[in-house]
T-cell receptor
Framework: GEDVEQSLFLSVREGDSSVINCTYT??????LYWYKQEPGAGLQLLTY?????DMKQDQRLTVLLNKKDKHLSLRIADTQTGDSAIYFC????????????FGKGTRLHILP | GAGVSQSPSNKVTEKGKDVELRCDPI?????LYWYRQRLGQGLEFLIY????????KSGLPSDRFSAERTGESVSTLTIQRTQQEDSAVYLC??????????????FGPGTRLTVL
């Protein structure tokens, strides 16, 4: 069945880059997503990448996609305290993109 | 409203009781999803609706769980004979449509269920 795996915890120093990795099993998706869940707040879409792209950059965020290895990563440059959150990788199950499988989430902790 | 709303925001119940959780999606969103998030855990997919039908119920944990949607709008998730293991935050999300298109899910604030 469909599965999305990601490490559960990442700790980085303020100002450093954070890299959150994800592997997925269903490769027929048109898009892949990163969602962010801040403390006490709901889940929100952070960014997404079209499956025929290798890289997408959006200000401090860089998404890298390796379709051969089914590996997705999210890089946050110059990590700030406000980036503390849980980051979820999400892969639609099948080519209709109706059902999205979320990973367990990576909790990003910022060290002063 | 502007976003997805859920009620109640908190529910404390005794083991064995039935509970009903409600989700009001964004108007016009045809797809609606239910997830469960246990404390410190990730999102667990439960069920999703396309219109009023649920093509995929594979995530429902047991036959104590059921969900329905009416008028392509509000949805209710019912848990019968609640168990302590049902304690979690239940999240609802909606999106415009499926198909091969960018499909952002908009999440509600969740219902925190505590089973004593």
């Amino acid at each position: 069945g469909e599965d999305v795996e990601q490490s559960l915890f990442l700790s980085v120093r303020e100002g450093d880059s954070s890299v959150i990795n994800c592997t997925y099993t269903d490769s027929s998706s048109t898009y892949l997503y990163w969602y962010k869940q801040e403390p006490g707040a709901g889940l929100q879409l952070l960014t997404y990448i079209f499956s025929n792209m290798d890289m997408k950059q959006d200000q401090r965020l860089t998404v890298l996609l390796n379709k051969k290895d089914k590996h997705l990563s999210l890089r946050i440059a110059d990590t700030q305290t406000g980036d503390s959150a849980i980051y979820f990788c999400a892969d639609p199950a099948g080519d209709r993109d109706d059902k999205i499988i979320f990973g367990k989430g990576t909790r990003l902790h910022i060290l002063p | 409203g502007a976003g997805v709303s859920q009620s109640p925001s908190n529910k404390v119940t005794e083991k064995g009781k039935d509970v009903e959780l409600r989700c009001d999606p964004i108007s016009g969103h045809t797809a609606l999803y239910w997830y469960r998030q246990r404390l410190g855990q990730g999102l667990e997919f439960l069920i999703y609706f396309q219109g009023n039908s649920a093509p995929d119920k594979s995530g429902l944990p047991s036959d104590r769980f059921s969900a329905e949607r009416t008028g392509e709008s509000v949805s209710t998730l019912t848990i019968q004979r609640t168990q302590q293991e049902d304690s979690a935050v239940y999240l609802c999300a909606s999106s415009l449509s499926g198909g091969n298109s960018y499909n952002e899910q908009f999440f509600g604030p969740g219902t925190r269920l505590t089973v004593l």
